[in-house]
């Protein structure tokens, strides 16, 4: 984590979680052992999203002002996330 951008960090404790590698909770003791520079470059992370892919876009909308609203419906059917601008 203290080597990675703090998007490319996201990405990878989301996808470890997504891939059960880790737990919420693991992850978040990880969070808590590192320094607040590398927490805070980190942000707020999801266990909604299912690919790398998908955090990256949604950070990216969302620091372009987008409320981004991720979602997990079942397992055979699954709206990733909806997205309206700000001033909506």
Known sequence: MRCQSGERAAILLESAMNRRLMAPAEVRWSLDAAPASVRSRIGALSTA???GSETRVVRWLRRRGFRVE??????TVRVMWTCTSAGS
């Open 70 to 75: 991720q979602s997990r419906c079942s397992s």
């Open 49 to 51: 999203s299912d690919s």
